[in-house]
Nanobody, 129 residues
């Protein structure tokens, strides 16, 4: 069983920054072969893809609202995924979920929640003055 635990959320003023972390664990688990991604869900809205990173070459994809402000990274040795959130806006307020799927080759996708198999429980990010 693969488990994901997010941390790093909180309350921040507009224009501020946060760094989210996601530790992935499981018997014999090796993050090296897994694509990773971040989704978010605001109150009353569907869960939407934010960004992802492939396993094979580290290529990334960002949704239009966050491109240029958010950065995904990974440390395979630590089985940890990060999301750096800069220049935060009130519209970024949501629960942020980390996700992963076994995909050692090919690009990652965030078109749907079905693009990922394993999920964390989320961490709340609130942007407000």
């Amino acid at each position: 069983q693969v488990q994901l635990v997010e941390s790093g959320g909180g309350l921040v003023q507009p224009g501020g920054s946060l760094r989210l972390s996601c530790v992935v664990s499981g018997f014999g688990f090796n993050l090296e072969y897994y694509a990773v991604g971040w989704f978010r869900q605001a109150p009353g809205k569907e869960r939407e893809g934010v960004t992802c990173m492939s396993a094979s070459d580290g290529s990334t994809f960002y949704s239009e609202p966050v491109e240029g402000r958010f950065t995904i990274s990974r440390d395979n040795a630590k089985n940890t995924v990060y999301l750096q959130l800069n220049n935060l806006e009130p519209e970024d307020t949501a629960v942020y979920f980390c996700a992963t799927v076994f995909r050692p080759v090919g690009p990652c996708r965030i078109q749907s929640t079905t693009d990922f198999e394993f999920w964390g429980r989320g961490t709340q990010v609130t942007v407000s003055s």
